[in-house]
């Protein structure tokens, strides 16, 4: 599970699927976790061996930082006031969505 920088159809996410790793994220229509100029795509990705994949309830991204505006940033830099952030939210937390993975692991 993570930021693998690579969109869904390029090399580095082939590699995992030809090596039999399952996409846990691949049901979804139009997956995305990253807004970079108005462009929206998939950096964030889960994958499952074929043994976990059974035991995997769901997964999706939770999209809570990718939509929102730059002016709710995470960081202080360029001298933005500390005060407009309100911690107590998960919004914006990230430029990335997080990708949550829902694990049925008792025997």
Do not use: C, K
């Given at each position: 599970?993570?930021?693998?920088?690579?969109?869904?159809?390029?090399?580095?996410?082939?590699?995992?699927?030809?090596?039999?790793?399952?996409?846990?994220?691949?049901?979804?229509?139009?997956?995305?976790?990253y807004?970079?100029?108005?462009?929206?795509?998939?950096?964030?990705?889960?994958?499952?061996?074929?043994?976990?994949?059974?035991?995997?309830?769901?997964?999706?991204?939770?999209?809570?930082?990718?939509?929102?505006?730059?002016?709710l940033?995470?960081?202080?830099?360029?001298?933005?006031?500390?005060?407009?952030?309100?911690?107590?939210?998960?919004?914006?937390?990230?430029?990335?969505?997080?990708?949550?993975?829902?694990?049925?692991?008792?025997?």
């Open positions: 599970i993570g930021d693998m920088n690579a969109y869904f159809m390029e090399d580095p996410i082939e590699v995992f699927r030809s090596a039999g790793l399952v996409d846990l994220l691949a049901g979804e229509s139009n997956p995305y976790s807004v970079f100029g108005g462009q929206s795509g998939a950096l964030d990705h889960a994958f499952a061996t074929s043994s976990l994949a059974p035991q995997v309830t769901g997964a999706l991204e939770w999209h809570i930082n990718a939509d929102e505006p730059p002016v940033d995470y960081n202080l830099e360029f001298g933005r006031d500390p005060s407009l952030f309100d911690a107590a939210t998960p919004y914006r937390a990230s430029d990335h969505d997080p990708t949550l993975v829902g694990l049925d692991l008792v025997p």
